[in-house]
């Protein structure tokens, strides 16, 4: 009987242990600081040096009460993803706050699923267990919610208003999330595919032109698909940032970076060139005369 019992305790602490082992993995690098990756739990963000920001910020936020006592009515109701890094400033101002508001609204942390993405070039906002796959993670905070299985609505990066006034907009769905122009073309590259856009870009252009606030929007939603290796669809977002911001060197640097980064030297070259139309540097002009003198282009 001693045996048996003792049998139990040690599949229940191997159970146990598993589980815990599951949450909030540690990535140690020399090159920088330590970051959570995968998925983590409240218990893993105050640790260590986590929880220099964690309890700190989650303490000084004071949520509306009258915006808690709506969301008790109806947050039991949800799921919730959130996507963060705990190396990015927005997530650790962002995510302290929304944990505060979910204790505040006696919400069931059961019901959040916490996910840490990494910030290296390899696997940029992804994380290690696929979880960011097909869910359009370019900025984070991205904060999920779910009825019935189904997303609802999300926010991006930062709340309009404030969390607990964009979470009850978003239960009385009248909430527009941020960067419309990266839903907008993730939307359009997932139905149609980099051909369609590419044939009908100034069309597209025409569409997104009020849509999009700066260039940084597009240029940071095409790193995150570059690094998934979505290769195609990454340069063709890039090539309509140069069609929405025609006038700014940036853009075409970008353009030409990945080009290069691929291995396609000529239309490195090509926007490079373009790039000193607007900004005419020593650096770039370097950097195309290298490269024009590479054997295969002689």
């Given at each position: 009987m001693k045996t048996i019992?003792?049998?139990?305790?040690?599949?229940?602490?191997?159970?146990?242990?598993?589980?815990?082992?599951?949450?909030?993995h540690e990535n140690n690098t020399k090159e920088a600081s330590p970051?959570?990756?995968?998925?983590?739990?409240?218990?893993?963000?105050?640790?260590?040096?986590?929880?220099?920001?964690?309890?700190?910020?989650?303490?000084?936020?004071?949520?509306?009460?009258?915006?808690?006592?709506?969301?008790k009515a109806h947050l039991s109701e949800y799921t919730i993803t959130l996507f963060m890094g705990t190396w990015c400033g927005d997530s650790k101002?962002?995510?302290?706050?929304?944990?505060?508001?979910?204790?505040?609204?006696?919400?069931?942390?059961?019901?959040?699923?916490?996910?840490?993405?990494?910030?290296?070039?390899?696997?940029?906002?992804?994380s290690p267990g696929g979880e960011h796959e097909g869910l359009n993670?370019?900025?984070?905070?991205?904060?999920?919610?779910?009825?019935?299985?189904?997303?609802?609505?999300?926010?991006?990066?930062?709340?309009?208003?404030?969390?607990?006034?964009?979470?009850?907009a978003i239960f009385s769905k009248n909430y527009t999330p941020n960067y419309t122009s990266v839903i907008?073309?993730?939307?359009?590259?997932?139905?149609?595919?980099?051909?369609?856009?590419?044939?009908?870009?100034?069309?597209?252009?025409?569409?997104?032109?009020?849509?999009?606030?700066?260039k940084y929007e597009l240029n940071t939603y095409a790193n995150v698909l570059f690094y998934a290796?979505?290769?195609?669809?990454?340069?063709?977002?890039?090539?309509?940032n140069t069609l929405l911001f025609s006038k700014d060197a940036t853009t075409y640097i970008n353009l030409a970076d990945k080009y290069l980064y691929n291995k396609d030297t000529i239309n490195a070259i090509k926007y490079y060139k373009k790039s000193l139309e607007y900004a005419d540097t020593a650096e770039i002009q370097n950097k195309i005369n290298e490269l024009s003198m590479l054997p295969d282009l002689e």
């Open positions: 019992i003792c049998f139990i305790i040690t599949i229940i602490l191997s159970i146990y242990t598993l589980f815990s082992q599951s949450f909030n970051i959570l990756l995968g998925k983590i739990n409240k218990e893993g963000l105050t640790q260590g040096s986590y929880n220099n920001w964690f309890t700190s910020n989650y303490e000084q936020y004071t949520p509306k009460q009258g915006s808690i006592d709506s969301l101002r962002e995510v302290p706050r929304l944990y505060k508001i979910l204790d505040s609204s006696n919400f069931s942390l059961d019901r959040l699923t916490t996910i840490a993405v990494d910030r290296s070039k390899e696997a940029y906002k992804q993670i370019h900025r984070v905070p991205s904060i999920l919610f779910y009825k019935n299985g189904k997303e609802v609505n999300r926010i991006v990066e930062s709340p309009k208003k404030t969390l607990e006034e964009d979470i009850l907008f073309m993730d939307n359009i590259l997932s139905t149609k595919g980099a051909s369609y856009v590419s044939k009908n870009a100034k069309k597209i252009v025409r569409q997104l032109h009020n849509q999009t606030e700066n290796h979505k290769i195609e669809e990454a340069i063709t977002v890039l090539s309509i």
